[in-house]
């Protein structure tokens, strides 16, 4: 069986929980340790992308929520007066 050595970079970090990273602390050396690793890699990829996902379709929701929230005010606050309110708002 071949070894290999390289330098192990920690990419689940940011996107695995803190117990995922474990098996990622030595660097495989045989095939079948390359093998789990890559499954473990493609499942925190996975993770992260349905994560990014829903975050990214919530945050859509919230620009559209305060688009409406704004036409709202809008039309309360009155001619003219619509910049200063929102400076006021954001002050």
Same mark, same amino acid.
């Given at each position: 069986?071949t070894?290999?050595?390289h ?23 045989t095939?079948? #340790?390359?093998?789990k +690793?890559?499954l473990?890699a493609? !499942?925190?990829?996975?993770? &992260?992308?349905? %994560?990014?996902?829903?975050?990214g379709? #919530?945050?859509?929701? +919230?620009?559209l929520?305060?688009? !409406?929230?704004l036409n709202? &005010?809008?039309? %309360?606050v009155?001619?003219?007066n619509?910049?200063p309110?929102?400076k006021?708002?954001?002050a």
């Open positions: 069986m070894t290999v050595e330098e192990v970079v920690d990419a689940t970090a940011v996107v695995a929980p803190r117990n995922d990273t474990a098996s990622l602390t030595e660097p495989p050396k095939l079948d #340790e390359y093998a +690793a890559i473990e493609h !499942q925190c990829v996975d993770r &992260a992308d349905n %994560l990014s996902k829903r975050h379709r #919530e945050a859509i929701a +919230a620009a929520k305060a688009g !409406q929230y709202a &005010a809008k039309v %309360l009155g001619h003219g619509w910049l309110w929102l006021e708002i954001r």
